[in-house]
Nanobody, 126 residues
């Protein structure tokens, strides 16, 4: 079992940057594919970015590609999401998720993921 704890959320102005971090428990972190999702009020949970277990493959939703960067450090059991050029529409609760997988194909459906963090609020003011 994996426990995930997000940090780094907050309030930022349009055009600003935030770095989210997700710390995972356990000694098998390197066998998990990791994803970041977000959920705005009244909307469904949305895939934002994902990274394969080795870090060699990444995937982004079109709306954040070129602005957000996902990375992981398997030695530290962490996965980060660097968010630049933030927009008001990026406002949401951001969740870290884990899926036991050694494949390079990164699923975008929330139901594919096995473990979730509690979420961290990101608010971008206009």
């Amino acid at each position: 079992q994996v426990q995930l704890v997000e940090s780094g959320g907050g309030l930022v102005q349009t055009g600003g940057s935030l770095r989210l971090s997700c710390a995972a428990s356990g000694r098998t972190f390197s066998t998990y594919l990791m994803g970041w999702f977000r959920q705005a009020p009244g909307k469904e949970r949305e895939f934002v970015a994902g990274i394969s277990n080795s870090g060699g493959s990444t995937s982004y939703v079109d709306s954040v590609r070129g602005r957000f960067t996902i990375s992981r450090d398997n030695a530290k059991n962490t996965v980060d999401l660097q968010m630049n050029s933030l927009k008001p529409e990026d406002t949401a609760v951001y969740y870290c998720a884990a899926k036991r997988s050694l494949r390079t194909t990164i699923p975008r459906a929330a139901r594919e993921y096995d473990y979730w963090g509690q979420g961290t609020q990101v608010t971008v003011s206009s």
